[in-house]
């Protein structure tokens, strides 16, 4: 099988792309190399796979590019995006272009080529917008719950989307996130859509703009201060790498079942942390880490939980818990102290 991974040497889509050569399938990588951590990331998978890998260094908004390399692919797994609120707030303009228009670009080239190929696309909880924030929740010692029934086992996929409060970045992932479903809908492209939460892993260069979890345990690891926007108080469901790439693999095993469908995909109820309850586990592993506090973000949620549960009717669930992947994530970090 021939698989096109658009961003394929960031995180998720490097852990992607080893999953699937360790499977002995074709693998291209699609990248700009623009964030941080992803020519090492490549690095990485060039010296681990010395065959059945390709490597396009481009930009999803060079749309004759992306039709060049998706002529002949069985499947796309399209995890290119711009991934940080505060730079869509800075720069909006390259915020869309990238995730809006850079998705539209990735669909067309594949609406036109010769095989049909699944297409999967990483959303976000972000595409809920503010209405989020709506919901009722109670202040607890080290984190904010959500107290109405409705919710309690967080919020399900037919959740109202919210098309005036968004930033730029959760406005141009849901223009995503639409375009992505109507292309199903009008052209019978095999599309799945993703909204993930919190995801954590190896090979993930986390700062204090994306990626919290990774953010903080490097932080900790090198003992550097960290800053808390708001009171820390805030709770995500978190995922560990592995789950999800075994999630796509099971949404593309099953795509008759998952095709032109939105999944929640991440923690959900069972694997939620709190920063401050992040920064009390990497205590409880040795690490007594220095961090302040300053003013809360812009549209940031006090709670956002995942309800998991239709993504069960692909044969997923979450197996890994937070205590054991931030434990993995500190032992990577350990071994890789030359990447940071």
């Known amino acids: ?27 291209t990588v699609f990248d700009n190399l623009s ?6 990331n490549l690095e990485w998978l060039r010296t681990n796979h010395k065959k059945n890998l390709s490597f396009i260094k481009n930009d999803i908004r060079n749309f004759d590019s992306l039709l060049n390399a998706t002529k002949d692919v069985d499947m796309i797994l399209h995890t290119a995006a711009q991934v940080a609120v505060t730079t ?28 049909n190929p699944i297409l999967v696309f990483t959303s976000t909880n972000k595409v809920y917008g503010d209405n989020v924030n709506k919901i009722p929740i109670a202040e607890k010692e080290t984190r904010y719950e959500f107290i109405d029934s409705k919710y309690i086992k ?27 479903r109507d292309f199903y809908t009008i052209y019978r492209l095999k599309t799945v859509t993703f909204r993930m939460s919190c995801i954590y892993g190896t090979r993930q260069f986390g700062n204090e703009d994306q990626g919290w979890v990774a ?20 709770v995500r469901d978190v995922l560990y790498i592995d789950d ?15 095709k032109g469908k939105v999944y929640n995909i991440g923690g959900g109820i069972k694997n ?26 812009s549209a940031d949620q006090k709670v956002y939980i995942s309800d998991i549960k239709k993504a069960n009717e692909f044969g997923w669930e979450p197996k890994i818990k937070p205590e054991e992947g931030v434990k993995k994530l500190l032992e990577w970090v350990k071994e890789n102290k030359r990447l940071f």
């Open 88 to 115: 869509s707030i800075k720069n909006p303009r390259e915020d869309f272009e990238i995730n809006a228009l850079g998705t539209f670009n990735v669909l067309e080239a594949a609406r036109r080529s010769d095989n």
């Open 35 to 40: 964030r941080r951590g992803t020519e090492k």
């Open 154 to 180: 967080g919020v399900h996929e037919d959740f109202p989307t919210d098309a005036n409060e968004h930033t730029p970045y959760g406005s141009s992932k849901y223009a995503a996130d639409i375009y992505v």
């Open 215 to 234: 953010y903080f345990v490097i932080s900790s690891f090198f003992k550097k201060p960290i800053v808390i926007y708001g009171d820390g108080k805030q």
């Open 244 to 258: 999800l790439v075994r999630a796509y693999e099971l949404a593309c095993q099953n795509i008759e079942k998952t």
């Open 1 to 27: 099988m021939k698989v096109l991974i658009t961003g394929g040497a960031g995180f998720i889509g490097s852990n992607l792309s080893n999953y699937y050569l360790n499977k002995g399938h074709e693998v």
């Open 272 to 297: 939620t942390l709190s920063l401050l309850e992040l920064l009390n586990l990497l205590r409880s592993f040795g690490f007594d880490t220095k961090y302040s506090f300053n003013n809360w973000r």
